[in-house]
């Protein structure tokens, strides 16, 4: 997120030290060792805007582009799926096995700025901005994705919709790293979906963005569970948790998805800003989510063929 | 002063070697150190697409990317789109459809359409439209770059290389085009 | 050379050359602006205010200038001061105090981004750090940021030495100008009328969005000498005002133009170039500036955001009777909004008996606004071509027919000035009556079609050419007229038609201005017109003389050689015909080089129409408005090289749909800019477009040798409303305020379907 220009008018970077660990251990030293001073870069597509703004001037730069162990993309029926947090949002969505298992979060990463962009975002850089608006977010608290934090003092496992705290603020501590994202592998008859909301085709950042998982029982008219992740209508991205459960163990019906909608409504804070209206931004939520849960089941109804 | 590092990356097809501050972008490399000035900068913010290059096969701003990040890469500007032998296909569409006018966008174009060629070489004009959606041009209302894009699209798969740059005469009118155009494509 | 205008018979004219420049700008090797370097060069940087309003108590720049690598702090006590008055500065009237206010602050800041001081430092980004160490003491004053708050009593004043005719020389004020437009009684006009819609727009200020930010770098020498490199639309305006700013004579500047990336107008006056100056003359180095993208959004020239008062009545067979118009355009921080053009051109396309327009220039804590394509005419029509879309409703008739059967045409009185000579509006709306989009069917739910149209004085100005005859017979054509969009083309091949010689034949090249003859800002949709002139007179010129050393080579009198179809001839025996290529190897045993030359203050400029179609579908749940199809006819006079011609009008149809759905500029209640970044000042991307029909009309200019009518501004004037008449046409809403974002869209078709209902209506039934 982007404050008021820098005197000068968004133009330089202060100096800056340029590390490149190989480890996660190693990574973790250095940003423990300089705290404040060292930010991780991935992508670039958010820090570095931030760096010639002044709204970050950190001494060191930790590039994490370098570390294996999170640009892999890790898929079995048995396991679920384990996507590292650097990987650009290109390989996510050149990746069969997320196109076919969980093509929500695949779509999110294909609707971030442009090409261009997508080939060096990356879905932990995404979160780690702590942007209300991320469009990836949504999508994975509507997986129940799961963080792995590694830091200083060992690992932890936080559940994404805890992740972010404020605007621009996550729980990641001085050392911290997001090294990778765990998430269930899909079950029978389920499937995701994100839309969002932009004024224009491309490049917006979303007014709303509305994450959708559904679950559904053995005859495709029940919902068994459901998710659903709220985007841009808060200080964070949002885990719709009446909304969700107001699906669970329900029949599909335009009433059942209504009520949804509306406590998506209810749990979303939203504020008035250029891009929208609070007022703008709640109806809208209303709409997005009864397109994206529509989407959902009409995707899960058809993956039970396919999979 | 900032300590200045060493990088090596192969630059349009060279091995490469120059130095640069850590804070410097890759755009500032290769425009300021290595006078490559075809790279274009618009936004700074990777909302315009001007300094659009390609890394390693992937097209991306170098504005949004540290010189020092560009260790051990393979880097495509457009000063390498062109070979000796003669222009680009993409090129010459451009320059038949007429779709530049001012032609500071047209270097970024050019690269992400190569991009999108490598890629997909058959695209639709939705695909097209969506793979070029990172490039901003303000003269052109994009209508002859899609046209060029599409029209080299069909001359590279099949297979010929249509006359060189330079070369005179008229060609249809854009309505003549649009019929055409449209009869090939989906209409929306 | 072809005698008829008609374009019968052209041989080069007419068709569509790769231009002479365009694999220079497809393999990057085009030099724009800020590709330039010099050795030894310095960078400079400009401090702006973080105010919208407030007095400058005091400028510390010590701790700049200490820092390490830091050759030069300059502020506004560097430039001369000048007369707070308007002056002439070559060949334009300004006022010379506020234009030099601009470029550097004195005294006053006036809008978020108002520049302060610059730096000149040996890398740019310790300039970007001796910013930060300058010290600027600021009161901070109430900002006033639109044109109602700027006219109520008791608003905080501007510019304390401003004075306007209605209020008196003892009044302060923030209106800089009131002008009125009478025709016949406006009051008798309104009893005639059958049907009246009366309505109230508010359009948002929006900026003309070129790629390329400005740039200049400045050369001086201790003979007082300086050299300017700079992407500008006028290598002779920044010579000028430069010149006036730094108070050094005009001739002591030379201004090189770069290839420009766009300009649409905003680059037709100066910010950073006397700066580059000032700089260079303080350190002994060359010194580069260059703006950033939030310098361009916040400190350049976007153009008026308007409020505009519009009442037109017509009989119920549709004759339209009177038209009334109130309008008010932010000027910015200083005075000169387009407004007296948006007053001339609102009902412009139009014969009506009765007119009455009051327009008033506006000054608020905004930038000061500068040319952008067509200024002040986009906004004037959104709310004369929405209230014709209207009227044309209320009597049945369709909107195309409507408007041909009100249109202008030769001799219709025109707002201001002499009435219309030949003209082709009619025609334009024809082709579009005639376009297969028009003939096409719109079908599906909430979709709907708008025409609208516009009209655009174009100018004509001086210029010069020089055409000069290589001994291979080629020819070098030497032109003042910045390139912004493929002009050199067409004047290659203007030259190339009249010498008898292939386009490829004619090498055009853009010249500084000492190497060429003034020439006027490439703007005003002149190019084709009067420098087209300009370089058919040159070509003229050297087949005359031409014509001269064949007769010398014959033994005949210059009137016995006839030249045509690329021949020169005479009668008589042992008479060879000799093309300007066998002529061209003989010329220094005939006299000598032939450089043909002429200067136009080119009169008789036709003004240019256009009328676009646009269909549309609306989201009606979101207010979402996806454009569908669009055509634009226009009239051009003759189209030279028409694929430049068809940009041309493709390229401001798209410029109009951004205005019209998603270009704003959000000031908070501090008067800041909050989108200084492309991220949302949101132009439309390839994604936003589907392609642009375009329909060439050519009705000539009567007078001009090859009847050219300037192209390059009207085609932005008709979108915004012919947009919004397809979204009424699509949901009924009809939109009076710019741009129709979604949330404006959504809110008033809720608003239209009331309350509860609207609630159900838009849970997606």
Redesign the interface.
Same mark, same amino acid.
């Given at each position: 997120m982007?404050n008021s220009p820098a005197p000068g008018g968004?133009?330089? &970077?202060?100096?800056?030290?340029?590390e490149s660990p190989k480890t996660v251990d190693e990574a973790v030293k250095l940003l423990a060792a300089h705290g404040e001073q060292a930010r991780p &870069?991935c992508?670039?597509?958010d820090l570095?805007?931030q760096?010639?703004a002044g709204v970050r001037r950190p001494e060191y730069?930790v590039?994490i582009?370098n570390i294996r162990e999170m640009r892999r993309i890790e898929f079995s029926m048995q396991h679920g799926l384990r996507l590292g947090a650097a990987v650009?949002c290109?390989e996510i969505y050149e990746n069969g096995d997320m196109r076919k298992y969980y093509p929500g979060l695949t779509e999110a990463a294909h609707l971030i700025? =442009?090409?261009?962009?997508q =080939?060096?975002a990356s879905v932990g850089g995404n979160l780690c901005n702590g942007s209300p608006a991320a469009d990836t977010t949504p999508a994975l608290i509507a997986l129940g994705a799961k963080c792995r934090v590694v830091g200083p003092g060992g690992e932890r496992l936080v559940p994404v919709e805890d992740f972010c705290t404020a605007p621009g603020r996550t729980v990641l501590q001085a050392g911290e790293l997001l090294v990778e994202f765990q998430i269930p592998s899909p079950a029978r008859n389920s499937s995701d979906a994100y839309l969002r909301f932009i004024p224009r085709?491309?490049?917006d950042i979303a007014v709303v963005g509305v994450g959708a998982s559904v679950t559904l029982d053995l005859s495709d008219e029940r919902i068994s569970e459901a998710r659903i992740g709220l985007a841009a209508v808060g200080p964070t991205p949002i885990f719709a948790r009446e909304a969700s459960q107001a699906l669970s163990g329900k029949r599909i019906s335009d009433e059942t998805v209504e009520r949804a909608a509306q406590f998506a409504i209810a749990a979303a804070s939203p504020i008035d800003d250029m891009r929208g209206t609070a007022e703008f931004r709640r109806h809208i939520t209303g709409v997005l989510t009864r397109r994206t849960v529509a989407k959902a089941i009409e995707r899960a109804r058809s993956t039970q063929t396919s999979r | 002063? *900032?300590k200045k590092?060493v990088v090596e990356a192969t630059i349009n097809g060279e091995q490469t070697e120059f130095l640069c501050?850590? !804070?410097?972008?890759l755009l500032e490399a290769l425009?300021?150190v290595l006078?490559?000035?075809?790279?274009?900068?618009?936004?700074?913010?990777?909302?315009?697409?001007?300094c659009?290059v390609i890394?390693d096969g992937?097209?991306? @701003?170098s504005?949004?990317?540290?010189s020092?990040?560009a260790q051990g890469k393979t880097i495509q500007?457009?000063?390498g789109?062109?070979q000796p032998e003669g222009?680009h296909v993409l090129?010459q569409k451009?320059?038949?459809?007429?779709s530049?006018?001012?032609?500071? @966008?047209?270097?970024g174009f050019?690269m992400?359409a190569k *991009?999108?060629l490598d890629h997909n070489p058959k695209p639709t004009e939705g695909e097209?439209?969506?793979?070029?959606?990172?490039?901003?041009?303000?003269?052109?209302?994009?209508?002859?770059?899609?046209?060029a894009v599409a029209d080299a699209a069909q001359t590279l798969a099949s297979g010929t290389r249509k006359g060189s740059? #330079? !070369?005179?005469?008229? #060609?249809p009118?854009?309505?003549e085009q649009?019929?055409q155009?449209?009869q090939e494509q989906e209409v929306? | 050379m072809a005698a008829s205008a008609n374009g019968q018979g052209y041989r080069v004219i007419?068709?569509?050359?790769?231009?002479h /420049?365009?694999?220079d700008?497809?393999?990057?090797?085009?030099?724009?602006g800020? /590709?330039y +370097?010099f050795p030894g060069m310095l960078y400079g940087k400009v401090l702006r205010s973080p105010y919208a309003h407030a007095n400058i108590k005091s400028i510390k720049i010590d701790k700049a200038a200490a820092l390490?690598?830091v050759k030069a702090v300059v502020t506004a006590g560097d430039l001369p001061a000048l007369a707070d008055k308007m002056e002439q500065a070559g060949e334009m009237a300004i006022n010379m105090s506020q234009l030099s206010a601009n470029i550097l602050a004195r005294g006053k800041v006036l809008y978020d981004g108002h520049a302060v001081a610059a730096v000149a430092a040996t890398s740019p980004?310790i300039a970007d750090e001796a910013l930060r160490l300058i010290e600027v003491d600021y009161e901070v004053l109430p900002p006033v940021m639109s044109v109602e708050d700027a006219m109520k009593p008791g608003a905080a004043i501007l510019l304390p030495g401003l004075r306007n005719k209605d209020e008196g020389p003892d009044q302060q004020t923030n209106v800089a100008t009131h002008l009125q437009f009478k025709r016949g009684d406006i009051s008798e006009g309104f009893k005639g009328a059958d049907h009246v819609v009366e309505r109230e727009f508010k359009t948002a200020m929006v900026h003309?969005?070129?790629?390329?930010?400005h740039n200049a770098v400045g050369i001086y020498n201790s003979d007082g000498h300086a050299t300017i490199y700079c992407s500008t639309q006028g290598s002779f305006v920044v010579r000028s005002l430069s010149a006036a700013v730094l108070a050094i004579p005009e001739g002591n500047i030379k201004v090189v133009p770069a290839?420009?990336?766009?300009?649409?107008g905003g680059k037709t006056t100066i910010y950073l170039e006397p700066l580059s100056v000032l700089l260079s003359r303080k350190t002994g180095h060359p010194v580069k500036l260059?703006m950033?993208?939030a310098e361009v959004l916040r400190a350049s020239g976007p153009t008026s955001g308007s409020t505009i008062r519009c009442k037109m009545g017509c009989t119920k067979d549709g004759k339209l009777v009177a038209a009334q118009i109130w309008m008010a355009y932010e000027a910015g921080g200083f005075p000169g909004s387009p407004v007296g053009a948006g007053a001339m051109t609102i009902v412009a396309p139009y014969n009506i008996p009765h007119l009455l327009v009051d327009a008033y220039d506006v000054v608020v804590n905004r930038p000061k606004t500068a040319a952008y394509r067509a200024p002040g005419a986009s906004n004037a029509a959104m709310a004369s071509e929405t209230v014709i879309d209207e009227l044309a409703d209320k009597c049945g008739l369709d909107p195309c027919d409507f408007r041909i059967m009100n249109g202008a045409k030769e001799g219709t009185p025109q707002t201001a000035g002499p009435p219309y000579r030949r003209i082709g509006f009619i025609e334009t709306v024809e082709a579009i009556k005639n376009s297969?989009h028009y003939k096409s069917k719109l079908e599906g739910r909430n979709r709907g079609r708008g025409v609208a149209s516009g009209f655009w004085f174009n100018v004509g100005l001086q210029s010069s050419a020089m055409v000069n005859i290589h001994t291979d017979g080629t020819a070098s054509l030497v032109i003042g007229s910045v390139d912004?969009?493929?002009t050199r083309a067409a004047q290659a091949m203007i030259a190339a038609e009249v010498l008898g010689l /292939?386009?490829?034949d004619v090498r055009p090249f853009v010249a500084d201005t000492d190497s060429i003859g003034h020439t006027d800002v490439t703007g005003g949709s002149r190019t084709a017109f009067a420098t087209g002139w300009a370089t058919y007179e040159a070509a003229q010129d050297a087949v005359r003389q031409l014509k001269e050393r064949a007769a010398r080579l014959w033994e005949k009198k210059p009137e016995e050689v006839a030249f045509s179809n690329g021949q020169f001839t005479a009668q008589g025996d042992g008479v060879k015909p000799m093309t300007v290529k066998e002529l061209a190897g003989r010329l220094a045993r005939t006299g000598g080089p032939i450089s043909g030359r002429a200067t136009v203050n080119a009169r008789g400029v036709g003004p240019a129409f256009a009328t676009a179609l646009i269909d549309v579908e609306v989201d009606p749940q979101t207010g979402k408005v996806e454009i569908?199809?669009a055509t634009v006819a226009q009239d051009v006079g003759k189209a030279i090289?028409? +694929?430049?011609v068809?940009?041309?009008m493709?390229?401001g149809?798209?410029?109009g749909i951004g205005w019209a759905l998603n270009e704003e500029y959000f000031y908070d209640d501090k008067g800041i800019l909050r989108n200084s970044?492309?991220?949302d000042y949101r132009?439309?991307?390839?994604?936003d477009?589907?392609?642009?029909?375009?329909?060439i009309v050519e009705v000539p200019t009567p007078g001009h040798p090859l009847g050219i009518r300037g192209v390059g501004e009207v085609s932005i004037v008709p979108p915004p409303a012919a947009v919004a008449n397809a979204i009424a046409n699509a949901v009924g809403v009809r939109m009076t305020e710019l741009p129709m974002s979604p949330p404006r869209l959504l809110k008033a078709m809720l608003n239209k379907r009331g309350g509860a209902e609207a609630q159900a209506a838009a849970a997606g039934r």
């Open positions: 982007i968004l133009w330089a &970077l202060h100096a800056i030290n340029y &870069l992508g670039g597509t570095i805007i760096l010639r730069v590039d582009k650009p290109v700025g =442009s090409l261009q962009i =080939s060096r085709n491309e490049m | 002063m *900032a590092v501050e850590p !804070r410097q972008s425009r300021d006078e490559l000035t075809g790279s274009k900068e618009g936004c700074l913010t990777g909302d315009c697409g001007a659009t890394v992937r097209p991306l @701003c504005c949004l990317m540290l020092v990040e500007t457009i000063e789109l062109a222009l090129q451009f320059l038949e459809h007429a530049l006018q001012c032609g500071i @966008c047209t270097p050019l992400s *991009a999108l097209i439209r969506y793979a070029l959606a990172g490039n901003l041009c303000r003269c052109t209302g994009y209508d002859k770059i899609v046209r740059a #330079g !070369r005179l005469g008229s #060609g009118s854009a309505s649009t019929e155009f449209l929306k | 007419g068709t569509r050359p790769v231009r /420049d365009g694999v700008k497809v393999t990057g090797r085009a030099k724009y800020a /590709d +370097s390490p690598g980004h003309q969005g070129y790629i390329e930010p290839e420009i990336g766009g300009g649409f260059t950033t993208r297969p912004i969009g493929g /292939d386009a490829n569908l199809r090289h028409p +694929s430049y068809e940009g041309q493709q390229g149809t798209a410029q970044g492309l991220l132009m439309p991307t390839c994604l477009l589907p392609l642009i029909e375009t329909c």
